[in-house]
C-alpha cells in the first residue's frame, strides 16, 4: 500500500471529527456537531428518535440505487472535555492521538469510529448520489442498526462500513456469516481493489452495524479498515495515511460498483466453536474456523453495560504500555486540537453542547 497524503483541509476535519468525545448514551455532542454540519452543507437528513442520522444525497440523474456508507457515533472512551489531539510524526506516517490537556496523558482517541465518521462525511461531500447511516451505541450491542429506518434502506444497493482496525483488515465474516460471497458479482468488483489498497487481512469479527443490516435488508456488505490503532484503549492512535487509504479505497469501488443493487446469498460458514459472543471472563473472543491475528487488548467485544468496569481497568492499565509516553515528549506537540478550539473559533461556547442525548 503506498502511503497516501492527505491535505490540510481534510486532515483538520479529521482532527476536528476526533477531538469531539463521544461515548455509548452520551453522543449529544457527535449528534449536534454532524446536525450542525449537514444543515451547513444543505444536506437532507433525518434523525430518528434514538439519534441515528440518516442521509440522502441525489444531485445526479435519477438513481433505482445508492450506496450507502456507514459509521457509529459513539466509542467506548467515558466523555473527557479535556480531550485533545495531537499530531505526530513517525516512520514517515504522520499519527493523530489523544491526550488530556491538563494532565497530558493518553486519553481515548475514539478513532473507532470516529474515522469512520469523518470518512463517511468525505465520501458525502465528493459522490454525486449516495447515503450515509451514522447509528449510535454500536459498542452496546448496535442499538442504533438493529432499529435501522427500513424507508431509508428500500432504495440502498450495498453497503459499506469503515470500522475495521489497522489500516490492512477487513471483515470477511459477522457473527459467523459472509458479508458477500466472493464468488459472485460484487465479490469480483470489489476482491482485487481492496488488495490492491492493501487489505490483506480479511477477518472473521464479532459483529458491527452491518451485520444487522445486511440480514434484514439482504445487501452485499463491506466492512473496511479505518485506520485506527490500539482501539478500545488510552493508547489509541490513528494513521492519517491509512485513513486517506481508505477514502480512496471507497471512491474506486463506487466506481465499479455504481448504483446497482447487489443481493447478498446466505453463504453458511462452518464454525468449531461459536460461545459467549460478547465479552466474558474466560473467552474474549468469537472462535471461528481460523484463527483471528487480534490481540486481546485489540479485541473488539466490549460491546455489553455490564463490561464498563472491565473497560475501565483496562484502560487503567493501558496507562502502563506506554507505547506513546516512550516515542514522544508530551509536551512537544506543537498546538493541538480539541473541541474547545474549533467552538470557540466558531464564537460558540462549550456550554451550548448538551452532555448526553435523551433518548
Wanted: with cysteine; hydrophobic share 30%; net charge negative.
Amino acid at each position: 500500500m503506498n502511503q497516501k497524503q492527505m491535505e490540510n483541509k481534510k486532515l483538520n476535519r479529521l482532527k476536528e471529527v476526533l477531538s469531539i468525545p463521544t461515548h455509548s448514551r452520551s453522543e449529544g455532542l457527535m449528534i449536534e456537531y454532524l446536525e450542525r454540519t449537514l444543515t451547513e452543507k444543505g444536506y437532507s437528513y433525518k434523525k430518528d428518535s434514538l439519534g441515528s442520522i440518516y442521509v440522502t444525497k441525489v444531485t445526479k440523474g435519477n438513481p433505482t440505487h445508492l450506496p450507502c456508507f456507514v459509521a457509529h457515533t459513539d466509542t467506548v472512551h467515558h466523555i473527557n472535555h479535556n480531550l485533545m489531539v495531537v499530531q505526530l510524526e513517525e516512520d514517515d506516517k504522520t499519527i493523530l492521538t489523544g491526550i488530556d490537556s491538563e494532565t497530558l496523558k493518553p486519553s481515548g482517541i475514539g478513532g473507532d469510529d470516529k474515522c469512520g465518521v469523518f470518512l463517511c462525511l468525505e465520501m458525502l461531500d465528493k459522490l454525486d448520489n449516495v447515503k450515509v447511516a451514522l447509528f449510535v451505541s454500536e459498542e452496546i450491542g448496535c442499538i442504533g442498526s438493529h432499529q435501522a429506518d427500513t424507508e431509508f434502506f428500500k432504495n440502498v444497493g450495498y453497503a459499506i462500513q469503515y470500522d475495521s482496525p489497522k489500516g490492512n483488515s477487513m471483515s470477511l465474516t459477522l457473527m459467523g456469516k459472509k458479508l458477500f460471497n466472493e464468488k459472485s458479482d460484487f465479490g469480483g468488483k470489489v476482491s482485487n481493489l481492496i488488495v490492491e489498497h492493501g487489505i490483506t487481512s480479511w477477518e472473521r469479527h464479532p459483529y458491527t452495524d452491518i451485520w444487522p443490516l445486511m440480514e434484514k435488508f439482504n445487501f452485499s456488505c463491506l466492512n473496511l479498515a479505518a485506520g485506527y490503532h490500539r482501539y478500545h484503549t488510552h493508547n489509541e492512535y490513528v494513521v492519517v495515511e491509512e485513513v486517506q487509504n481508505a477514502f480512496e479505497l471507497g471512491l474506486r469501488l463506487h466506481e465499479n460498483l455504481g448504483e446497482s443493487f447487489y443481493e447478498r446469498k446466505e453463504e453458511e460458514v462452518k464454525v468449531n466453536r461459536l460461545s459467549n459472543l460478547f465479552y466474558g471472563d474466560n473467552n474474549k473472543t468469537l472462535i471461528l474456523e481460523a484463527e483471528d491475528d487480534y490481540s486481546e487488548e485489540e479485541d473488539d467485544t466490549f460491546e455489553s453495560n455490564e463490561d464498563e468496569e472491565s473497560m475501565d481497568e483496562l484502560n487503567k492499565d493501558s496507562y502502563k504500555i506506554g507505547e506513546f509516553e516512550d516515542l514522544w515528549d508530551y509536551e512537544d506537540f506543537n498546538g493541538g486540537y480539541s473541541i474547545k478550539n474549533y467552538s470557540e473559533s466558531n464564537g460558540e461556547s462549550n456550554n451550548d453542547y448538551c452532555d448526553s442525548y435523551d433518548w
